[in-house]
């Protein structure tokens, strides 16, 4: 069965403390793995898309990685604005439309 | 700015009434998604359009309609047959999809529709 499990399901670091974020998936044939930021009460915001394995794509302190079986979100030296729920959505390669959604990784940073 | 715009951002369904969701874009996008999120699960696809006058059904189409007259808009109409709307409603556009490099969806910043 075609799945995405987004791990861990809540992380609280303190400002500065960097850490990752793991998505996993089991589908057959990826086309795309696409990764989204949500703040509460707002639609997903798109941050990144990764192709193939052994791409990394950065965006000021978040830098995404692809293996064959998972993403990382690594967060480097996080701020308070970093804090939200962040989702990763994969598209198979026999699909022309359907992403398969995570369920997200909420993530608090405290000051 | 182009963007995505919902509304409203609250909406209140009485028992027995249809009530329909506005998603409007200004991307030049030809496909528009709509999604249900709800609390410790992914979003699930409803609806989907690729093209004007021509939608599919997603995952969980039941209980609601959808109708693509123009380009630029995708309502969705959460019927009476859905008995569990609750829910955070979320519309998303992207450029065509099954050509070249997957591009990704960009979302409206959703309805939140519940039950009075």
């Known amino acids: 069965e075609d799945q995405v499990t987004q791990s861990p399901e809540a992380l609280r670091l303190q400002e500065g403390e960097s850490s990752s974020l793991n998505c996993s998936y089991t589908v057959s044939g990826l086309r795309g793995l696409f990764w989204y930021r949500q703040d509460p009460g707002k639609g997903p915001e798109f941050l990144f898309t990764?192709?193939?394995?052994?791409e990394e794509k950065e965006k000021e302190r978040l830098k995404a990685t692809l293996t064959k079986k998972e993403s990382f979100l690594h967060i480097t030296a996080p701020k308070p604005e970093d804090s939200a729920t962040y989702l990763c959505a994969v598209h198979k390669m026999d699909s022309n439309y359907q992403l398969i959604w995570g369920a997200g990784t909420k993530l608090i940073i405290k000051p | 700015d182009g963007g995505i715009t919902q509304s409203p951002k609250y909406l209140f369904r009485k028992e027995g009434q249809n009530v329909t969701l506005s998603c409007e874009q200004n991307l030049n996008h030809d496909a528009m998604y709509w999604y249900r999120q709800d609390p410790g699960q992914g979003l699930r696809l409803i609806y989907y359009s690729q093209i004007v006058n021509d939608f599919q059904k997603g995952d969980i189409a039941e209980g609601y309609s959808v109708s693509r007259e123009k380009k630029e808009s995708f309502p969705l109409t959460v019927t009476s047959a859905q008995k569990n709307p609750t829910a955070f409603y979320l519309c998303?556009?992207?450029?065509?999809?099954?050509?070249?490099?997957?591009?990704?969806?960009?979302f409206g910043d959703g309805t939140r529709l519940s039950i009075l």
């Open positions: 990764l192709y193939s394995a052994g």
């Open positions: 998303a556009s992207s450029t065509k999809t099954g050509f070249g490099l997957d591009q990704p969806q960009h």
